[in-house]
């Protein structure tokens, strides 16, 4: 039995082999239940293998849940547009790397979906790549944030 020590990437545990704990049951009464989440729990509890649980989930990627509970539950496996912010591996201490960080981030999107010229903060121009995302696939966006209390947490 090979178990996924400091694996955090579901498709890794699931495509290599590694033991997997299914709780994807849970993920669907998530997904199914509710509409906006923030999950706050200690580290090394799983909060990153969950976001990227839910990312290959959205992604509508079927056989990474074969076996599991999940593949009896759902029905449908659309994919929608995903939005994932990872603050990991930033040195938020110095002047400007979160914002650099952000707008790496909305660049990158905004080469997929567009950009409006006429939004010019942060957060205008996201929704606005929220809004483009909708438009071209006739799919809500999901937003998946990892490591949010990163940048707190170099601060403090």
């Known amino acids: 039995m090979k178990y996924p020590i400091g694996i955090q990437s579901f498709d890794q545990i699931r495509e290599d082999g590694y033991v997997y704990v299914d709780k994807t049951g849970l993920v669907y009464n998530l997904v199914t239940q509710g509409k906006t989440y ?5 580290r090394r509890f799983g909060k990153s293998l969950l976001v990227s649980t839910l990312a290959c989930y959205f992604q509508g990627r079927k056989d990474l849940f074969a076996g599991l509970e999940i593949d009896g539950l759902e029905k449908d496996w659309y994919e929608y547009p995903i939005f994932r912010i990872d603050f990991n591996g930033g040195l938020y201490t110095q002047p400007g790397i979160l914002e650099a960080t952000i707008e790496g981030y909305l660049g990158n999107w905004e080469d997929i979906y567009g950009k409006n010229p006429n939004y010019t903060t942060i957060g205008t121009r996201f929704i606005e790549i ?21 940048p707190i947490l170099d601060v403090l």
């Open 38 to 42: 923030f999950l706050s729990r200690p």
């Open 130 to 150: 929220l809004r483009r995302a909708y438009e071209q696939t006739g799919r809500r966006a999901v937003v998946l944030i990892d490591e949010y209390d990163k």
